[in-house]
């Protein structure tokens, strides 16, 4: 089943995202906050800086939001009916904090060829100017943009990794209601500003859902099956949390991430905080 209308796949083939796409309910995004929050209440050091990832292997309400049909029906319209999932990433910006992310492209960093993969950005709690959402630049999805390293104060990126140059007047502001979530391709140029307001923003995104014949080039990652099956089996898969904070779960997301951090400084010495 797919849900995407033909002018909303003709948005994503030109400009390189769609959105919004309503998902979840309020409720449904309100109580994922909460567990999100119980889970930095109870492990406070679990989520921070490179543990914001794959939260999704010790939470069952983060783990529903990644295989929710509503937003697999709208990923097997663009990549077709076998999907994987195969990371997840926390982006909080908390208030009176300087936190951004630089203008940069997902598919410069993360290994996955070819780009068949897509990246669905959830929010959690609205997501507007004032608490800095995210920001697109249409058509930058038609090739790889060159990078600066800058591991720079406040970015939540790994490496500071920045295009430059980038013309603030051709970007596009990508506001959500909590629950609902845009979807950009791999190559487009993005990025977001600081939090202004009195209340935290917090984007939950799955990076990525992949097509089966995607393979990871820079390392490893372990996968879930989200729909479909998978023949290529370029992947060892993992399993679904029951619980929050199984202690088995817990630790496969400790080497999940150990993999990842291989795969954003893959030939580096120097390591930012995330």
Request: glycine letters at 6%; proline letters at 3%.
């Amino acid at each position: 089943m797919t849900n995407l209308t033909s002018n909303q796949l003709k948005q994503y083939k030109d400009q390189g995202y769609i959105s919004p796409i309503e998902v979840l309910s309020s409720s449904e995004a309100l109580e994922a906050r909460k567990e999100i929050e119980l889970i930095e209440k109870k492990m406070p050091n679990e989520i921070y800086k490179s543990g914001r990832y794959n939260v999704h292997l010790i939470s069952p309400k983060l783990d529903s939001i990644v295989h929710n049909s509503k937003i697999l029906d709208v990923v097997e319209s663009i990549i077709g009916k076998n999907i994987l999932v195969c990371s997840t990433t926390l982006f909080i910006k908390n208030p009176n904090k300087q936190d951004f992310v630089s203008y940069h492209q997902d598919a410069k960093y993360i290994g996955l060829e070819p780009h068949d993969w897509i990246t669905a950005w959830v929010a959690l709690t609205e997501s507007n100017e004032n608490n800095g959402c995210m920001k697109m630049w249409p058509k930058s999805h038609l090739n790889i943009k060159d990078h600066n390293e800058k591991f720079n104060e406040g970015n939540l990126l790994t490496r500071g990794q920045t295009v430059e140059n980038v013309p603030e007047d051709e970007v596009k502001s990508i506001e959500l209601k909590a629950g609902q979530m845009s979807l950009h391709h791999p190559r487009v140029v993005h990025g977001s500003g600081i939090n202004k307001s009195n209340d935290r923003r917090i984007g939950f995104v799955i990076q990525s859902y992949i097509g089966t014949n995607v393979k990871q080039t820079l390392g490893k990652n372990s996968v879930q099956i989200a729909r479909g099956e998978d023949k290529y089996n370029f992947h060892k898969k993992i399993g679904r949390p029951n619980v929050l904070m199984n202690t088995n779960d817990l630790k496969i997301k400790k080497q999940e991430n150990d993999n990842l951090q291989e795969i954003f400084y893959k030939g580096l010495e120097k390591k930012g905080f995330y």
